[in-house]
């Protein structure tokens, strides 16, 4: 893994709980929204999920993000850092 900010392990697992997180989301855009933030902690590690919707939810993605603490002590997510986790293409069958 290229990324300095998370190992091959953390990445295997924030990977498994994106997959359910991303699932849940999915299924239920309605109750989230199409631009969703969550946090994971892997191991006393906190890194934030984005999951969104491009093309009227024909494209929805989940994003890995690294996480800091701010000068006021709380975490603040690194924008400009992050890995592609998810990718997917919905099709119609009307």
Known sequence: MSKQWITKDE???AFYEAEKIFGDW???TA????DYWVSVDIDGKVFDLNLWQKDDGKW?????HPTKVN???QLETVGTEYI???TLERHSYE
Not at 31 to 34: I, P, Q, R, V
Not at 60 to 64: D, N, V
């Open 26 to 28: 999915i299924s239920r």
């Open 11 to 13: 990445h295997g697992r």
């Open 71 to 73: 000068n006021k002590g």
């Open 31 to 34: 109750m989230y929204d199409e």
């Open 60 to 64: 929805s993605y989940c994003t890995i």
């Open 84 to 86: 592609r986790m998810i």
